[in-house]
Structures are given as structure tokens and as C-alpha cells.
């Protein structure tokens, strides 16, 4: 029979009750998000407070941005619907436990992918949706052209970001001095550096703009050209929950390879009925590869007829058609001088 334990217990008791144990820590963790997304009936998304071209709300409480787009695409994906997508605000000290806590699906508010934020906080980072890179903004008066002139400032930084590391790194290894003033929340840094506290700003190259386009005089300030970090900006998910991060992952993917392929929010009924193997794959017209996600057939249809293609929303929100106009750069495609890629839906 079975081996008892001195208190009792045989090692099949024993043996039985962990089996148990692992099965329930996988149904709390598998497959969660999805279903209790189902059954609430919309995607609890966390963004940032307040971000120009990134999110950010009306005074009615109607949220914009790239961010927030990303968001809408999922909710799209799922219920056909981009208003089902709900926004949570949330700040840089509190996003990655608020995502734990469940307060939220998805995180989708400029957010660096690094090692230690996926091993330390059981998170996925399941792709780049913007490459961005930490920068320096100084007043126009100061006459400065790079960073490596900046020798003695005084900048002001948001804590509980990678930004204050990367500010270290960079003023240690090219041997100048700084004194660094840190806050707790962005727009107390934002402040103080525009009370004079402090000769120069930094954060990633995308919120530099997006904040000096709300200064009182904009171009009183310049960003200078140097980028000192990697900034792979990406959306972020709970790991263990493998159905909801190849949602996620490939809600992004969809929107890049439509873009690649030509198709727009504008043109997507006559992309239904092209005959490019590639664009029937991507329209649900050849293979299973929405219902393999748990989804519709016409999963990308939806994401790129309510939002649009990585390309349009890029435009809209932080490019070309927006007060931003920042470059697309590295978030150009690989084949128009670019890094963004997307793996093929085949």
C-alpha cells in the first residue's frame, strides 16, 4: 500500500493534494484574462495619466492617443467593438502592481521592456509597439547642441523609471556632473523644471515632445538630438495567461502586417476581396487563424476597420498628422528604413 508519513499522511495523500494544487493554480492563471474579459464584456486597459499624442482625455473624459488605440484594437479583436475598451489611468509607481493585482487586462502606457520588469514582476512584454529612446530637453537660451555639454546641470527626472538609471549611466560613463532632482509623479518633475528648479528635463524622446507641446511656450525649448538608452516601448500582460499575451501579440502584428501589405481602415472592404495569399490570410479568407486565437475569423478586419493599420495610427496620434510630427524613424517598416517587423500570419 502507500508509505505513511509521520504525521499520517500517505505519500499518495500527499502526492494527490500537490496535483491538486498545480490544477488549481493553473485554471486561476490560465486562460483567466480572456474569460473574465468575456464575461465582464469589455478590456480593462491602464494608461497614463495624461500624455499628449499617447493618451490622454478631454474635458469630457473621451480618451486619444497611440496608447489608447493599441487598446481600442483589442477591444475590437475581441467584441467588434473599440468602445469596449475601458481605461484606467495609472502611474509609474503603481502600473506593474496594479497589472498584478488584476485592477487591469493589459498595461499600454509607455512602458520599457527590460529583463528585471519581466522576471521581477512575472510580466510579458509580447512585443515592441514603439521604439524610443531617453533624451534631453533644455531651454533654448541655454545654447546647448548636445548632451555631452551638459556638464553640470541641474535635471529633473521622474523616479520609479528607468530614465533615472539611464541618467546615471549616461553622465558616469562620459565622466561629467550633475545634480539630479527626482519627483515621485511626472508632472511634479515637469513643473519644477519649468519653475527654473532645474536647467534640463529628461525622459524618452516621445514624451519630451508630448510635453513640451503642452509648456506655455513651446519653443522656448529644445530637445537635443542625442538618444542615451533603448526605450522598446511595449504593452504589457501577466505571464502564465499564454491565450490573452497571443491576443495581444498579435492584435500589434496584425496592425503592422496590414500596414505592409497595403491595408487601411479605408480600403479593407475591397481587401476582402483581394486574391494575395497574404492578404487572405490576414482578412480571415484562407486558414483558421483567428479561431486559433480564440477569436473570429475576421479578428484583423475588425482591429483595422475600427482603428486602422500601425501605420495610421502612428500618423494620427504622435506623425505626421498630429501637433507632434515626430518622425517616424525606427518605427518605420524594415523595408522602408525602419526596425518595426512583424512575424507573417501563416
Same mark, same amino acid.
Given at each position: 500500500m502507500?508509505?505513511?508519513?509521520?504525521g499520517?499522511?500517505?505519500?499518495?495523500?500527499?502526492?494527490?493534494?500537490?496535483?491538486? /494544487?498545480?490544477?488549481? $493554480?493553473?485554471?486561476?492563471?490560465?486562460? &483567466?484574462?480572456l474569460?473574465?474579459t468575456?464575461?465582464?464584456?469589455?478590456?480593462?486597459?491602464?494608461v497614463n495619466?495624461?500624455?499628449?499624442?499617447f493618451?490622454?482625455?478631454?474635458d469630457?473624459g473621451n480618451?486619444?492617443g497611440?496608447?489608447?488605440d493599441f487598446?481600442?484594437?483589442?477591444?475590437?479583436?475581441?467584441?467588434d467593438?473599440p468602445?469596449?475598451?475601458k481605461f484606467?489611468?495609472?502611474?509609474?509607481?503603481?502600473?506593474?502592481?496594479?497589472l498584478?493585482? %488584476? $485592477?487591469v487586462?493589459i498595461?499600454?502606457r509607455?512602458? $520599457?521592456?527590460?529583463?528585471? %520588469?519581466?522576471?521581477?514582476?512575472?510580466?510579458?512584454? @509580447?512585443?515592441?509597439?514603439?521604439?524610443?529612446g531617453?533624451g #534631453?530637453?533644455?531651454?533654448?537660451?541655454r545654447?546647448?547642441?548636445s548632451?555631452l555639454?551638459?556638464?553640470?546641470s541641474k535635471?529633473?527626472?521622474?523616479?520609479a523609471?528607468?530614465t533615472?538609471?539611464?541618467?546615471?549611466?549616461? #553622465?558616469r560613463?562620459?565622466?561629467?556632473?550633475?545634480?539630479?532632482?527626482?519627483? @515621485?509623479?511626472?508632472?511634479?518633475a515637469?513643473?519644477?523644471?519649468e519653475?527654473?528648479k532645474?536647467?534640463t528635463?529628461?525622459?524618452d524622446?516621445?514624451?519630451?515632445?508630448?510635453?513640451?507641446?503642452?509648456?506655455?511656450k513651446?519653443?522656448?525649448?529644445?530637445?537635443?538630438?542625442?538618444?542615451?538608452?533603448k526605450?522598446?516601448l /511595449?504593452?504589457?500582460?501577466?505571464?502564465?495567461?499564454?491565450?490573452?499575451?497571443?491576443i495581444?501579440?498579435?492584435?500589434?502584428?496584425a496592425?503592422?502586417?496590414?500596414?505592409?501589405?497595403?491595408?487601411?481602415?479605408?480600403?479593407?472592404?475591397?481587401?476582402l476581396?483581394?486574391?494575395?495569399?497574404?492578404?487572405?490570410?490576414?482578412?480571415?479568407?484562407?486558414?483558421?487563424?483567428?479561431?486559433?486565437?480564440?477569436?473570429?475569423k475576421?479578428w484583423?478586419v &475588425?482591429i483595422? &476597420?475600427?482603428?486602422?493599420n500601425y501605420?495610421?495610427?502612428?500618423? %494620427?496620434?504622435?506623425?505626421?498628422?498630429?501637433?507632434l510630427?515626430? @518622425?517616424r524613424?525606427?518605427?518605420?517598416?524594415?523595408?522602408?528604413?525602419g526596425?518595426?517587423? /512583424?512575424p @507573417?500570419? %501563416?
Amino acid at each position: 500500500m502507500f508509505r505513511t508519513f509521520r504525521g499520517g499522511l500517505t505519500i499518495g495523500l500527499a502526492v494527490a493534494v500537490l496535483v491538486a /494544487a498545480i490544477a488549481l $493554480t493553473y485554471e486561476l492563471y490560465d486562460t &483567466r484574462t480572456l474569460k473574465r474579459t468575456l464575461r465582464r464584456g469589455e478590456v480593462l486597459c491602464g494608461v497614463n495619466k495624461g500624455l499628449p499624442g499617447f493618451s490622454i482625455p478631454d474635458d469630457k473624459g473621451n480618451w486619444t492617443g497611440f496608447d489608447v488605440d493599441f487598446c481600442r484594437a483589442v477591444a475590437s479583436a475581441i467584441f467588434d467593438d473599440p468602445n469596449k475598451a475601458k481605461f484606467v489611468p495609472l502611474d509609474a509607481n503603481e502600473r506593474f502592481k496594479e497589472l498584478q493585482n %488584476r $485592477t487591469v487586462d493589459i498595461l499600454s502606457r509607455n512602458s $520599457t521592456w527590460d529583463m528585471s %520588469r519581466e522576471q521581477n514582476y512575472d510580466l510579458y512584454f @509580447p512585443a515592441v509597439a514603439y521604439y524610443d529612446g531617453q533624451g #534631453f530637453m533644455v531651454p533654448r537660451s541655454r545654447n546647448i547642441e548636445s548632451a555631452l555639454d551638459l556638464n553640470d546641470s541641474k535635471v529633473c527626472v521622474q523616479g520609479a523609471t528607468t530614465t533615472a538609471l539611464n541618467l546615471a549611466d549616461y #553622465f558616469r560613463v562620459n565622466n561629467m556632473k550633475y545634480e539630479e532632482m527626482k519627483f @515621485p509623479q511626472l508632472d511634479q518633475a515637469v513643473k519644477a523644471y519649468e519653475d527654473g528648479k532645474c536647467d534640463t528635463f529628461t525622459a524618452d524622446v516621445s514624451q519630451l515632445y508630448a510635453l513640451r507641446l503642452n509648456m506655455p511656450k513651446p519653443d522656448d525649448h529644445v530637445i537635443l538630438p542625442d538618444v542615451i538608452s533603448k526605450e522598446p516601448l /511595449a504593452p504589457v500582460v501577466r505571464q502564465r495567461d499564454d491565450d490573452w499575451m497571443m491576443i495581444v501579440k498579435w492584435t500589434l502584428y496584425a496592425m503592422i502586417d496590414a500596414e505592409e501589405l497595403g491595408v487601411t481602415s479605408k480600403n479593407i472592404d475591397e481587401a476582402l476581396n483581394s486574391k494575395k495569399p497574404e492578404v487572405m490570410r490576414l482578412v480571415g479568407n484562407e486558414g483558421t487563424y483567428g479561431e486559433d486565437l480564440g477569436l473570429t475569423k475576421d479578428w484583423a478586419v &475588425r482591429i483595422i &476597420r475600427h482603428v486602422g493599420n500601425y501605420g495610421e495610427v502612428y500618423d %494620427r496620434n504622435v506623425g505626421a498628422q498630429s501637433k507632434l510630427h515626430i @518622425p517616424r524613424g525606427l518605427n518605420q517598416l524594415w523595408n522602408a528604413g525602419g526596425i518595426q517587423y /512583424a512575424p @507573417p500570419i %501563416r
